[in-house]
């Protein structure tokens, strides 16, 4: 038997919109937010399972457009990669958080005391969302198109705010706080510091990244086949490199409406919006949102934290089918530990301080896995590398709402 908290817990830090258990009528969730606690994990940590679960068996489609053929070991010498492709890797097999992380918590029962909320990120929040007020504020009379003002936004901006987008990500799954409410006031505060209110619709889309991984129209993260069709060379991923913070911003729009503006949308936009035009009347200028916003497009450019994007699920040729890539660099310091990916999907509960410790717990589920050294490389080779393109992510068929 599997030993979990109770299932308010998972559900509450998983990032659940309440606190209250799942039905018992309802199949568990694939991102770790609810286990159920009479789910058997797989008796085996074997090598070869191991082997197994990371390159799962890839499919092709048919002429008609349905899965099917093709087994991994068939397709193995057969399967092109980057440029050459003229679709996704198409697989049958369900995303492989969920069952690496049924088996590790059988093999580590111990990892259940990393789960929670931590006290650290409300207070790197507030120190970032003031580093980028005052920073604005003492650019209030610099042209936005000067060098200073560029410099300031690319450096400063940049990389604080991808470390808000990130913190924002972080609240999301309900690790700053206990409560539901809180977590969400946490991420509008700190979507003050990026200029644009995104922070409430980016919870919907993210949860379900994680319990859909890959799946077709769902994955909002995966880019759409006219996006692949149209960028799948190297000017075209370049045009992506430099905008993709705009593909992540629109892409969701077009491919998949989460329903009803509610009331905590419209709290979002008018916390933000209000606080823009505070800056605006106080400084007398424009220029501080104007600040705020080229700190956000910076921020997901050419930046070197802007590599994550890519290196979390694009799938490089030595990695094979695996899904999801992890990177343990120094840049993390600046990234609320994002880049131990493998670990956040295995265990979406557990917050950005205690991720090395599970890495450092569970060694074997993790040792064998392709990583990442540099994310600025992974962008660069991203862009130059023939064998990494647009349709390089694993895609599964959409099982329907």
């Known amino acids: 038997m599997v030993k979990t908290l109770d299932p308010t817990d998972f559900s509450l830090f998983g990032g659940a919109d309440s606190p209250s258990p799942p039905s018992s009528t309802s199949s568990p969730p694939s991102d770790g937010t609810e286990e159920s606690s009479d ?22 489609k048919d002429n008609s457009g349905k899965l099917g053929g093709g087994t991994e070991d068939d397709d193995e010498h057969s399967r092109v990669y980057g440029l050459e492709q003229t679709d996704f890797l198409w697989v049958m097999t369900e995303e492989p958080h969920r069952s690496r992380r049924l088996e590790i918590l059988k093999a580590h029962p111990e990892i259940t005391k990393l789960m929670g909320y931590t006290r650290t990120t409300k207070y790197l929040v507030f120190a970032v969302v003031s ?16 060098w200073k003002f560029v410099l300031a936004a690319y450096v400063i901006g940049g990389t604080a705010n991808q470390n808000l987008f990130l913190a924002i990500h972080e609240i999301t799954h309900n690790l700053a706080f206990k409560g539901v409410m809180k977590n969400r006031l946490l991420a509008m505060t700190a979507n003050l510091g990026i200029g644009v209110p995104y922070s409430v619709v980016f919870k919907k889309y993210h ?3 994680h319990k859909r991984m890959g799946e077709d129209m769902v994955d909002t993260d995966m880019p759409c086949k006219f996006e692949a069709m149209c960028l799948n060379n190297v000017a075209g991923k370049t045009f992506f490199a430099i905008f993709q913070i705009l593909f992540y911003a629109l892409r969701p729009g077009f491919i998949r409406s989460q329903g009803a ?46 590599g994550h994007f890519i290196a979390e699920h694009y799938a490089f040729e030595e990695g094979g089918l695996q899904e999801t890539y992890s990177y343990y660099g ?34 074997e589920f993790y040792s064998h896995l392709v990583t990442h050294e540099s994310w600025p490389y992974v962008t660069y080779r991203f862009i130059t590398d023939p ?5 390089s992510r694993v895609r599964r068929e959409n099982k329907g709402d």
């Open 39 to 60: 789910e058997v994990a797989p008796s085996s940590t074997t090598e070869a399972s191991l082997r197994k679960r990371s390159v799962p068996g890839a499919i092709k």
């Open 131 to 146: 580093l980028q007020i005052i920073t604005a504020l003492l650019l209030r009379n610099t042209h936005p198109f000067s």
């Open 207 to 209: 949860i379900e990244h």
């Open 261 to 306: 503006f509610t009331r905590y949308h419209a709290l979002n936009y008018l916390v933000v919006l209000s606080f823009n035009y505070a800056l605006v009347k106080g400084s007398g200028s424009w220029y501080p949102v104007i600040y705020l916003l080229m700190s956000s497009f910076m921020a997901g450019s050419l930046h070197p934290l802007a």
């Open 330 to 363: 120094w840049l993390n310091v600046f990234a609320y530990n994002v880049g131990y990916h493998n670990e956040h999907h295995d265990f979406p509960n557990i917050p950005w301080t205690r991720l090395k410790a599970v890495k450092d717990l569970a060694p």
């Open 387 to 391: 064998k990494v393109g647009m349709f």
